[in-house]
């Protein structure tokens, strides 16, 4: 009997360690979303930092939610909302000109405790390069990078290039400073996926569920194999359960911000879940 109550500790310890939270833009609950403050802030409670691309006029990957700035978030170089509701688009701007653009000035509506830190739009190289010299100097294993390549059919070559170049872009960035095991690509839009399928197999990539239908139908629709798929909480039936298991295709659970759902996805055994909260700063 003891030796059985041990086996079911060492177990129930080694899952716990195996379940991680992605920071959802860097635990925006908690700072200015997709800011390396945020990110290194971050790593103080999960390795993983989820984030979003976009491409900037001069083919500069940054990190950024929005490919128009929401001047709800933004404020121009002196701190002031964007004049008359202008809303710059990201994929007109060159890196510089982006750069004059700050978020946290201005307090988010939907996240009332998020701290006020004034801070830019950075590239995604900066991003890297500062996060990993944090993680070092702080005795921290190396960040791990849930990445969204933020493209559609609809806005091709509007707000985004179109998908080879934004992946080759990405791709250069990441060969100088990851390697392939600390990332996962994340997308709506299966063709940066599959193209990175075909040309960097090494990279695993992650099927977000835009569309609202069972894994089996993308798998009849796709043309390569996604390592993961992501649909939210609210979408997770016994059906998601059952075919993610038939098809070896490992759960990571959307968003959630409420500790009885993240504990739910654990319980149907999901060890990867999304939110814009430490888990310690999770309530009901």
């Known amino acids: 009997m003891k030796y059985a109550a041990l086996l079911l500790l060492i177990s129930l310890q080694s899952y716990a360690q195996d379940f991680t939270v992605f920071a959802h833009r860097g635990f925006r609950g908690l700072h200015p979303e997709n800011t390396v403050s945020a990110f290194k802030k971050t790593l103080h409670y999960t390795p993983v930092l989820e984030m979003d691309i976009m491409i900037s ?44 653009y ?16 004034k801070e830019t739009i950075p590239t995604l190289n900066r991003v890297m390069e500062e996060v ?9 294993q190396r960040p791990k990078y849930f990445i969204e390549t933020k493209i ?95 098809y070896g295709i490992p759960l990571i659970g959307g968003n959630a911000n409420s500790r009885k759902a993240v504990d739910q996805m654990k319980k149907w055994g999901i060890r990867y879940v999304i939110s814009d909260f430490p888990y310690e700063m999770l309530t009901d």
Do not use: W
């Open 152 to 246: 559609s059919e609809k806005t091709d070559h509007l707000k985004h290039p179109d998908p080879k170049i934004v992946v080759e872009l990405l791709m250069k960035v990441l060969q100088k400073h990851t390697q392939p095991q600390e990332v996962i690509i994340q997308s709506f839009d299966p063709r940066t996926l599959s193209y990175i399928e075909k040309h960097y197999p090494e990279y695993e990539t992650c099927l977000l569920d835009g569309k609202k239908i069972p894994l089996s139908v993308y798998l009849e629709q796709l043309d390569f194999r996604p390592d993961y798929f992501s649909p939210r909480f609210e979408q997770i039936t016994a059906q998601t359960l059952e075919e993610s298991k038939q």
């Open 102 to 117: 700050h978020i946290g000035i201005t307090p988010h509506p939907g996240y009332p405790s998020q701290q006020q830190i």
């Open 57 to 100: 006029k001069d083919m500069e990957v940054v990190v950024t939610h929005d490919a128009v700035l929401n001047s709800k978030l933004y404020t121009d170089a002196s701190g002031e909302p964007l004049a008359n509701g202008y809303t710059p688009r990201i994929y007109e701007l060159n890196a510089a000109e982006i750069q004059k």
């Open 132 to 140: 990993t010299a944090y993680a070092k100097t702080h005795g921290m």
